[in-house]
């Protein structure tokens, strides 16, 4: 199994672009989590969903910040407009029902908003 | 409030000797834990888990211990090795809250040769 694909792997882009990262999840899991990494904040929970369906998005920082799933095998994580302090890794991962704790993340896309 | 902490947020150990990793969280209804390594770079990977209804549970040269009396999880390397420097994170999952777990901030493990 190839795993969670990222992409893209790096991403810097200036203040007030609009940013989409992009997430494959491992084929057969029912579940995929968004994730952002920080030095000041750990690795918080932005949203997560189930059978592409969105269930809880309460990490999900403001307006500026949207993900969809449109069928089980892609997601998206979009920031528009983007600002600095969006800059994180961020990682998606992914869990199977039948042990939807057990999440396998993928390698994150390193953000740099300038 | 739901909290998962760490005890130390460094350790530095001579390689071949055993690594013990602590984890505290204040959540009594928490009834699945987690240890995820992540190296540099790379996304966390899953180590092992434990359930509430167990105080002990072992892998290939790890063991997690879980005292639900002082709500303190331990994670015990043998042998480390150069490969096991990494972050180390503790996570916990309460069953109310579905699929979502909460992970703790982190300690560094590094590796003496």
């Known amino acids: 199994d190839a795993g969670v694909i990222q992409s893209p792997r790096h991403e810097v882009t200036e203040m007030g672009q609009e940013v989409t990262l992009r997430c494959k999840p491992i084929s057969g899991h029912d579940y995929l989590f968004w994730y952002r990494q920080t030095m000041m904040r750990g690795l918080e929970l932005l949203i997560y969903?189930?059978?592409?369906?969105?269930?809880?998005d309460s990490g999900m920082p403001e307006d500026r910040f949207s993900a969809k799933m449109p069928n089980a095998s892609f997601s998206t994580l979009k920031i528009q407009p983007s600002e600095p302090r969006d800059s994180a890794v961020y990682f998606c991962?992914?869990?199977?029902?039948?042990?939807?704790?057990?999440?396998?993340f993928g390698p994150g896309t390193r953000l740099l908003v300038l | 409030g739901e909290s998962v902490g760490l005890h130390l947020p460094t350790l530095s150990v001579q390689e071949g000797d055993n690594s013990i990793i602590n984890c505290a969280y204040s959540n009594s209804a928490s009834d699945y834990f987690i240890w995820y390594k992540q190296e540099s770079g790379k996304g966390p990977q899953f180590i092992i888990d434990i359930r509430s209804n167990m105080d002990k549970r072992q892998g290939q040269r790890v063991t997690v211990l879980l005292n639900k009396t002082v709500k303190h999880l331990s994670l015990q390397i043998a042998a480390t090795q150069p490969g096991d420097s990494a972050v180390y994170f503790c996570?916990?999952?309460?069953?109310?809250?579905?699929?979502?777990?909460?992970f703790g901030s982190g300690t560094r493990l590094s590796i003496r040769p």
């Open positions: 991962a992914s869990s199977e029902a039948g042990s939807k704790e057990t999440q396998y």
């Open positions: 996570a916990e999952n309460i069953y109310s809250s579905a699929s979502k777990i909460i």
């Open positions: 969903f189930n059978n592409n369906v969105p269930i809880d």
